[in-house]
């Protein structure tokens, strides 16, 4: 495929990526995503599903809840209206909706997650935990797509990097994706935050922008397996800053953290995704 057509069906897909994120409380029918892919409905949704592997029903319905269990996770929304914000006409839709994909209904999620073990609730000491390893990696040469703004927005960053990588045929089964974060969200607005979307990827290959390369350092890491909804992952670094790096003697390096995902969240229930959590050390 020739350069300019790469570019033509790139920002074709990156149009209706960010639409969509943008949209997600409005009506996003087929006609209205093939308008601002500027291709007719019929051929458009046929592309969208062949590169992305995901009809757009299916994306939208997967986002809404994802942005659902924030909500309930991280926000003091009602879930009444965590419903009608995630596209449901009433709580029961939503409730069998949410539940078929993160196996419980949202008051149970709300209460009962991971998220829930880690509220400051005095006495603060957290009721659960995750284990942790040690491991020493080499340096990572990766292909990224840089993102502003909230962490958990990080997956329109993926979706317009893929697009990218599928359109030039350099997209491949077992890729590796990583997404680094270079600042703390406790510390500053959600609206200054930076991260990269990312493969692991050879250094030789091509980084047309807004493609850009960057290395991930080696060196001890500590390793968290997180299982579960992205939602919940504020947990997990709550537990691994504030209960495990102080009991281990060790001291953080001056490097970001990233995430590896070691799963795809279009073909696995959210209850199943696995994420690594990579906090680099300072030499021992």
Do not use: C
Not at 56 to 66: E, F, M, S, Y
């Amino acid at each position: 495929m020739k350069a300019a057509n790469w570019t033509n069906y790139e920002n074709r897909l990156s149009r209706v990526t960010a639409y969509i994120y943008e949209h997600l409380d409005e009506n996003l029918d087929l006609q209205t995503l093939a308008d601002v892919a500027a291709m007719s409905p019929f051929h458009w949704h046929r592309v969208y599903h062949a590169i992305r592997g995901e009809t757009i029903v299916g994306a939208v319905k997967r986002l809404r809840l994802q942005r659902a269990a924030v909500d309930l996770a991280q926000s003091p929304r009602r879930i009444e209206d965590v419903a009608v914000r995630a596209g449901y006409s009433s709580v029961p839709a939503f409730s069998r909706a949410f539940g078929e994909a993160y196996g419980l209904p949202p008051a149970q999620y709300r209460e009962r997650g991971s998220h829930a073990d880690f509220r400051p609730e005095p006495p603060f000491p957290p009721r659960g935990g995750w284990s942790v390893e040690i491991g020493r990696l080499k340096e990572m040469n990766v292909l990224s797509m840089p993102h502003s703004g909230p962490y958990m927005e990080i997956g329109r960053t993926f979706e317009a990097l893929f697009a990218r990588l599928a359109v030039r045929g350099r997209l491949r089964e077992g890729m590796r994706m990583v997404a680094i974060f270079y600042d703390d969200p406790t510390a500053i607005t959600e609206d200054r935050l930076r991260s990269r979307a990312a493969v692991v990827d050879a250094a030789d290959q091509d980084a047309a922008p807004p493609m850009e390369r960057a290395v991930i350092a080696g060196g001890d890491h500590a390793i968290l397996r997180h299982k579960g909804p992205y939602a919940d992952m504020r947990a997990a670094y709550l537990w691994l800053f504030g209960t495990w790096l102080p009991q281990s003697e060790r001291e953080p390096a001056d490097a970001p953290v990233f995430e590896e995902y070691l799963n795809n969240p279009r073909d696995t229930p959210p209850t199943e995704l696995l994420t690594d959590l990579f906090l680099p050390l300072a030499p021992d």
